[in-house]
């Protein structure tokens, strides 16, 4: 349900005081009048929770989980809704798409872009394709950043740095400029960010190339500007422009068999992404209504290096193998839509979308030199150094994905207390599969042969259509209760060929999935919006889920439909202020969710999943809480502030096999205590009060030798800080 912080700070729209007002529905409406789940936090809330980026934000929603492989690889996992395939959840900035696609499936590799300087973060649970597309079945991320002031002009600086034992230490710095150019009609604000240091896993010389202590450190880059110009009392266009360098020094993971913070493997890894954000909105006001016309441009390009012995042992080949993966992606989205302002008891919001995603991923493994690295980074690197006939695999994958659609949802009240909404959605989606592939691994004649240069160019046009209908009631201006029922729906796709080479039992592709999520929820915001309160209570029927199968010979995996699952889960979180100064705040959430379906191969597979089985990573239990105090010393304001979170244990796979592997429960906590003095704010913090070792991601490896091998990401030790930022 909807939890609102009560520190709100309202932009162009009126609101309230302590109250969040909320875009989830494509117009300006109260989170208390919004009939869906809604969690919506204001940037000082992020702030204050040091939930600046996706990783941190499932630490105050527990709703939301993140299962990480490190830093610029996530996947969110809302409501238990969790599966291989492209992304379950959308991601916005503000209106540009910036949705993260991983070959390997599981909706990962999510943005990685931060929360600095931005007025909410809103995240939508439950299906949101009637206005938010196919990538939003399970829900949708928006972060919606702080547009410039056309009145006054504004600084900010913030800068932290913490370390602690077992760790590098670790510098974060951010700056704003507020700058009107023509008052009350242009406007700039520029935001920019640096982020260095921070590693904490070892490298050992007895199992690695080089012996290292705290070799994953991250460097981060980044700056946003926004320009909106006011160019009439009706229009008004909105550009934005961003760019952002990741690089990580090391792989962000351990082996389960090495043990905590200990890399082991014989070649090195890392991580290179640089991100650029290109958008444009333009918004004209009539006497009915409002037109919208957005365009968007995001594109992502990394190169990862990983270890990829676990593999090559299957063929008795000496360890040192290293693979690299490089993606280059773009996507640009393109919404026309109305949102009306009648006078009467009907609304409407209706538009047209297209989105171009163009998605290139290239993979070579090879022998690593001396030095834990391949000698060349990708295939044209490698054919230009005259190295290619070393590689033991190469491929290139071209993935392009073409969507239309069409959307309306329109609200009528029944009566001046309950309303009636009505949404639907029609897709069209056309998938454009090509891949080059020189594999020189086959099976089963031989361990390493020299393969064939292959190539397969295979395309489809997929339809379907999203609905949403919700009862909403509210029968005083503190209580309003809904009742909801909306469906998803996601593309279907190709499996790799190279899989299929691997092992020609692998189907050529697999179907979409499609789900029905029925919910019905309460929000309370009583005594004046001091005590909030939000509920609800949802079942989730989905068909045809996208699972991940591997093979018999164990070598390789493919993505299969897997019949039916249901989810079961109720959710509630709260704020308080019961006196001056004291803040509380919480939540927590239960989910049960199951196979009510064979997967294929059930009979024949000790792997695959049966009726019964929990859906992997998603755990039972999950709670939050948050509990802060200020108080005024003189002319100044004394605060302290702590957080938590819990979230259950869950298992990598649906059965005991070679993959079921447990990702461990835990609770974590952070601390701070600061002192406020006009534009002044200093305060020192730890983060990781207990010095647990939390997982926040596990990975089994297919054909890993032994079985149950896993890569582990888990936080940073216990770090201790201080922050100082200022501003006028």
Known sequence: ??????????????????????????????VQDVPLAVAALDGDALEKTNAIDLTRLGNIDPGLQIQSKGAG???????????AGASLVSVYMDEAVVTGSDFNGSGGRQSSLPFYDVERVEVLKGPQGTLFGSGSMAGSVRVVANKPDLDDYSFKISGSAEGGAGTNALYETYGVANLPIVKDKLGLRITAWDVDGGGYLDRDADT??????????????????????????????????????????????????????IIGTPTLGGW???????????????????????????KK?????????????????????????????????????????????FQVVAGLFYERDRDLSQNVIGLAAADGNLPCTLYEDCSAKGLQSDLLFSRALQHDVDQYAAFGQADYDITEKLTFTAGIRYYT????????????????????????????????????????????????????????????????????????QLDPTVPVGYDSDTLWNYEVGAKFALF???????????????SGQQVSQVTKSGITSYIANAGTSDVKGFELSFSARPVPGLTVGGGFTYTESKLTEDQ??????????????HIPLVPKWSFTGQLGYEMPVGSSTVYAQTSFNYRGRAYTDFNENGLYIPMEAYFRADASVGVRHGEWDISVFVKNLTDVAAQIGVVPLTGAVPDGEASITTIRPRTFGVKLSTGF
């Open 272 to 298: 290179d992404e640089t991100d650029h954000l290109a958008s444009f909105v333009g918004e004209y006001k009539l006497d009915f209504g409002t037109i919208t016309a957005t365009s968007s441009y995001y």
């Open 208 to 261: 690695s190339p080089k012996a290292e202590n705290n070799t994953n450190d991250q460097h981060v880059k980044g700056a946003r500007a926004i320009l909106r110009w006011d160019a009439t009392d009706n229009l008004t266009l909105t550009f934005t422009g961003l760019t952002q360098k990741l690089v990580v020094d090391d792989v962000d993971y351990y082996m389960r068999t090495d043990g905590p913070y």
């Open 73 to 83: 690889d996530n996947q969110i996992i809302i409501r238990g809704i969790q599966s």
């Open 600 to 613: 294929p191969l059930a009979d024949t597979d000790p792997a695959a999943g049966h009726k019964g089985d």
């Open 429 to 500: 989606g056309k998938l454009d599969w090509q891949e080059y592939s020189n594999q020189s691994l086959r099976l089963p004649d031989s361990p390493v042969q020299d393969g064939p240069v292959t190539t397969l160019d295979d395309k489809s046009t997929q339809h379907n259509t999203s609905f949403n209908f919700s009862l909403g009631w509210r029968p005083t201006d503190e209580v309003s209760f809904y009742a909801r029922a909306a469906s998803g729906f996601r593309l279907g796709g190709i499996n790799s060929l190279s899989s299929r």
């Open 301 to 345: 390009e990394l190169l990862y290096r990983s270890d990829t012995t676990y593999i090559t042992k299957l063929f008795d080949l000496p360890g040192g193998y290293q693979i690299n993966e490089g993606q280059d992606r773009s996507i640009w989205s393109n919404e026309l839509r109305f949102a009306s302002a009648f006078s009467g008891p």
């Open 528 to 542: 004046d919006r001091k005590l909030t309160i939000d509920t609800a209570a949802y079942y989730i029927d989905w």
């Open 1 to 30: 349900m909807a939890h609102a912080e009560d520190v709100a700070k309202p932009d162009a729209a009126d609101a309230t005081d302590n109250e969040i007002l909320v875009t989830a529905t494509k117009r300006a409406v109260s």
